[in-house]
């Protein structure tokens, strides 16, 4: 079973557990992670699941058949290996093995009528139990709810900040559905907003599920979506040094060069294209397969954190390849992954309304904006996992400045 009782016994991993669930249920809910004992009536228990090593979810102990849906069906671009264990936890939680093995449970014991659980059910009308995924432990984690009933019906997926720049993620978020509500498209679909506000600390944002549609599932960027969305508030043209995005961008970037590198590299990216006018448009800013389900007349797209309104048009294509490239062949790394992608982009931008020539300024561009992105992660707990990665995209973006 992939469910590994000896992980939760370790000092870090209690801490890293109740750190990623406090921002859930925040005082005064008590939150108790320990061996098994027999079963109490005090609060909810939970049962910690892990995939690869890692505690991935947390699932209720007393809705088996929910749990086992929702562990066996999750997909989020892992490898093989990751993907049968995942499989075999879902059937061991369904046969109750896995609740057996398991040595270890979190209680949630909370005032009545004050629990996470209380709000959603309000918000929903209807009772709800919850998985809760953790993610990996990165400065941009947090917490994602998926709400279901006890029979594994999804109602909602919600996610809870746990930090102050999760909690401009999330608030973000929230904004973006909104904004893209109140937009009539014909090819994306995105969540609606059920619930948006503060809890606790921290913020909560609550949005209906995305069901796939009854027709056949197309593979490669849904560069026809991706179009629409880039087009959606309009589109202009201006030399990239000169875009408000870019200039956010260098700004942003000025505190967080502790290597020395990012300002160097960010200055090689204006050397080769500062004066290259791009086309300007709205960008979902993490598009990948993964996020993603897409039909041959529609494409279902969430996690929209990382929305922003004036990217190059080509970024979510660009990033969407370089993450396919990544994903197939990691041995070749970030250099020739970002070699690959601005070669597909070169292909793919007349698609989306901008010309082939821009395909490296426009990979250029959004390979900074990944390396800002890490740079400001780094003094996480992950930091030391991310320096390296960062020192990898900027050989990368390097790489394109030098031959741009």
Same mark, same amino acid.
């Given at each position: 079973?992939?469910?590994?009782?000896?992980?939760?016994?370790?000092?870090?991993?209690?801490?890293?557990?109740?750190?990623?669930?406090?921002?859930?249920?925040?005082?005064?809910?008590?939150?108790?992670?320990?061996?098994? &004992?027999?079963?109490?009536?005090?609060?909810?228990?939970?049962?910690?699941?892990?995939?690869? =090593?890692?505690?991935?979810?947390?699932?209720?102990?007393?809705?088996?058949?929910?749990?086992?849906?929702?562990?066996?069906?999750?997909?989020?671009?892992?490898?093989?290996?990751?993907?049968?264990?995942?499989?075999?936890?879902?059937?061991?939680?369904?046969?109750?093995?896995?609740?057996? /093995?398991?040595?270890?449970?979190?209680?949630?014991?909370?005032?009545?009528?004050?629990?996470?659980?209380?709000?959603?059910? +309000?918000?929903?009308?209807?009772?709800?139990?919850?998985?809760?995924?953790?993610?990996?432990?990165?400065?941009?984690?947090?917490?994602?709810?998926?709400?279901?009933?006890?029979?594994?019906?999804?109602?909602?997926?919600?996610?809870?900040?746990?930090?102050?720049?999760?909690?401009?993620?999330?608030?973000?978020?929230?904004?973006?559905?909104?904004? /893209?509500?109140?937009?009539?498209?014909? &090819?994306?679909?995105?969540?609606?907003?059920?619930?948006?506000?503060?809890? +606790?600390?921290?913020?909560? /944002?609550?949005?209906?599920?995305?069901?796939? /549609?009854?027709?056949?599932?197309?593979?490669?960027?849904?560069?026809?979506?991706?179009?629409?969305?880039?087009?959606?508030?309009?589109?202009?043209?201006?030399?990239?040094?000169?875009?408000?995005?870019?200039?956010?961008?260098?700004?942003?970037?000025?505190?967080?060069?502790?290597?020395?590198?990012?300002?160097?590299?960010?200055?090689?990216?204006?050397?080769?294209?500062?004066?290259?006018?791009?086309?300007?448009?709205?960008?979902?800013?993490?598009?990948?397969?993964?996020?993603?389900?897409?039909?041959?007349?529609?494409?279902?797209?969430?996690?929209?954190?990382?929305?922003?309104? =004036?990217?190059?048009?080509?970024?979510?294509?660009?990033?969407?390849?370089?993450?396919?490239?990544?994903?197939?062949?990691?041995?070749?790394?970030?250099?020739?992954?970002?070699?690959?992608?601005?070669?597909?982009?070169?292909?793919?931008?007349?698609?989306?309304?901008?010309?082939?020539?821009?395909?490296?300024?426009?990979?250029?561009?959004?390979?900074?904006?990944?390396?800002?992105?890490?740079?400001?992660?780094?003094?996480?707990?992950?930091?030391?996992?991310?320096?390296?990665?960062?020192?990898?995209?900027?050989?990368?973006?390097?790489?394109?400045?030098?031959?741009?």
């Amino acid at each position: 079973m992939s469910a590994a009782p000896e992980l939760v016994t370790r000092t870090q991993d209690r801490r890293n557990i109740i750190d990623a669930v406090r921002a859930v249920w925040p005082p005064p809910a008590r939150l108790t992670l320990g061996p098994r &004992r027999a079963p109490s009536d005090e609060g909810t228990t939970y049962v910690p699941i892990s995939v690869s =090593g890692k505690v991935r979810w947390l699932v209720p102990q007393a809705a088996p058949r929910a749990a086992a849906q929702v562990v066996g069906a999750a997909y989020d671009g892992s490898d093989v290996k990751a993907r049968v264990l995942r499989r075999l936890a879902a059937t061991g939680l369904r046969l109750g093995i896995v609740q057996l /093995l398991s040595g270890e449970r979190l209680r949630v014991s909370t005032p009545d009528g004050t629990a996470i659980e209380d709000h959603l059910a +309000g918000v929903l009308g209807r009772h709800v139990v919850l998985i809760v995924r953790l993610g990996f432990n990165r400065g941009n984690r947090k917490p994602v709810l998926q709400v279901l009933t006890s029979d594994g019906e999804t109602l909602a997926y919600a996610k809870v900040s746990c930090s102050p720049s999760t909690d401009l993620m999330v608030r973000n978020e929230a904004a973006a559905l909104i904004a /893209l509500g109140s937009r009539s498209f014909r &090819r994306l679909r995105s969540p609606s907003v059920r619930w948006a506000g503060g809890w +606790g600390e921290h913020e909560l /944002l609550v949005q209906s599920p995305l069901r796939p /549609l009854d027709a056949p599932r197309v593979v490669g960027p849904p560069l026809a979506a991706m179009r629409e969305l880039g087009e959606a508030w309009g589109v202009e043209e201006e030399p990239l040094q000169d875009s408000p995005w870019w200039q956010r961008l260098r700004a942003t970037a000025l505190p967080l060069d502790a290597s020395g590198r990012l300002g160097p590299v960010l200055d090689a990216v204006e050397r080769a294209w500062g004066s290259r006018r791009l086309l300007l448009g709205a960008g979902h800013g993490d598009w990948t397969s993964w996020n993603s389900i897409c039909h041959p007349d529609a494409t279902l797209v969430w996690d929209w954190e990382r929305f922003e309104r =004036g990217v190059p048009l080509g970024s979510d294509a660009g990033h969407w390849v370089l993450q396919e490239a990544l994903r197939g062949n990691r041995l070749h790394g970030w250099r020739s992954a970002a070699a690959a992608g601005a070669g597909a982009l070169t292909d793919m931008l007349p698609r989306l309304g901008a010309p082939a020539d821009a395909a490296r300024p426009v990979m250029a561009a959004h390979l900074s904006a990944l390396a800002v992105r890490y740079a400001a992660e780094t003094g996480s707990s992950a930091g030391a996992r991310l320096s390296v990665l960062l020192d990898e995209v900027l050989n990368a973006i390097e790489d394109l400045a030098d031959t741009g």
